[in-house]
């Protein structure tokens, strides 16, 4: 049986873990980067193999890491030295969490410069910086917001400031509360949201082109990227859903919990979709404006449709409590290591781990500005950060993840952790050893560039 309850800290309320799992689910993955994506790779094609790569490789593997944190009760590193040890293998796969929590890490180290723009465009909208911008006025708008180094270093630091405060609060009193208005919050929002992108006069066209499928647009490049985002946008591999999964109560239902929580985040994209591609179609612009999409075109659009400014304002809001309900999530796994297996204070370990992060994200923020030419095979420290945690740390922790679960640790394990019926488990099983790791591997080859697709 389990010796390790830590039963103080576990999520207090019974949506504790769900709350705070979809916050970290739900960012600026699904907002931001999921409708780009989809622009960029035909529409309703992309959407249909992102929604089998979330089955296939993403709730497995999400119901190993709730499973791992769970049984490990606690940050990545020590749960996973505690499962393998439990089934008399190396400690030395402890490694797993230690590529977990650094992923995490370096992740929001970039994700604070985007949750950056999200915050300084609401302030732009609420101070009037938008109105009766024209197209080209937009784009130097983007650009002079990234230019001035000591500007867009101070929102990615506000960002960071709030995510170590909630964080240093604690697990409950923290994450737990906070998550808890927030999440609710978010959803409202984007209710409205599509509601207002309905009058819009796009939403025929929004809805077309998220749904239907094309399939001469199915491109493999299209494929692998839905794959890789199935990992980012579930928040997979980066500690934060495994330390999260510490202070799930044992009776909670693991598959019942991932499967709420993938969904959830699934729709929240498929909103996201819904409230943006209306209103960029009624004003004529392009779908595909690449990463530029909400801070360039939606902004545009929203500048000539009536209330405007009001859907705006609301529109950066939740973008922002998006993103900041996943940041929490994203130092959680360092902050529980220093304070579970360190003895330090959780404030202090967040505080001291906002330092480092605060260094290196300020080398992520430089990237848009002064760093822009700190190249190394033609990638900035921004891109670099992206590539190497969404290329390479993510499907690596996923696989090492994957093999452990379904070849290394003792089977019972895991069985009585999910506590599947057999037709469950078995599919669970099947998935974890082949379908994901094949999946992962595909990844790979291409990140390596081994394979010409
Ligand atoms: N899932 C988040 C999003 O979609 C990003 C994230 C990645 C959060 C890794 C935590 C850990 O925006
Ligand atoms: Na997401």
Known sequence: MNTRKRPNN???????????????????????????????????????????????????VMMIEIAFGRRGRG????????????????AGWSLLGWMAMICGFMILSFYVVVAGWSFSYLWKTLSGGLSGASVEDMAAIFEANNANP??????????????????????????????????????????IMIGY??????????????????????????LLAALGHAFF????????ILTYGSYLSDNSSIARTTLTVAFSDTVVALMAGLAIFPVIFANGLDPSAGPGLLFMSLPLAFQSMPFGTVFETIFFVM????ALTSSISMIEATVAWLNESKGISRAKAAWGSGILLWLISTLAMLSFNIGADWTLASKN?????????????????????????????????????LALPTVGYVLWLYMVRYVSPLGIVLIFIDSLGLMDL
């Open 10 to 60: 576990l999520w207090l309320g019974r949506w504790g873990f769900i709350l705070a799992a979809t916050g970290s689910a739900v960012g600026l993955g699904n907002i931001w980067k999921f409708p780009y994506m989809t622009g960029e790779y035909g529409g309703g094609a992309f959407v249909l193999v992102y929604l089998l790569c979330i089955f296939a490789v993403g709730v497995p």
């Open 150 to 191: 000591w500007a867009l270093g101070a929102w990615s630091t506000l960002v960071t400031v709030i995510t170590m405060l909630i964080v240093g609060l604690g697990v409950q009193k923290g994450i737990e509360k906070n998550v808890s208005w927030m999440m609710p919050g978010m959803v409202i929002m984007l209710g």
């Open 233 to 240: 946008t579930l928040s997979l591999a980066s500690g934060a």
């Open 197 to 222: 992108a309905m009058f819009s006069g796009g939403f025929s066209e929004g809805v077309a082109f998220l749904f239907s499928f094309e399939i001469g647009k199915l491109t493999s490049e299209g």
């Open 319 to 322: 973008l922002s409590m998006a």
């Open 381 to 417: 420290v921004f891109d670099w950060l992206d590539f190497l945690t969404s290329r390479f740390l993510m499907p690596l922790g996923g696989l090492g993840m994957t093999l452990m679960a379904g070849f290394v640790l003792r089977n019972e394990i895991l069985k009585s952790e």
């Open 75 to 90: 940050s990545p590193i020590d749960a996973i030295r505690r499962l393998a040890r439990e089934s008399g293998r190396s």
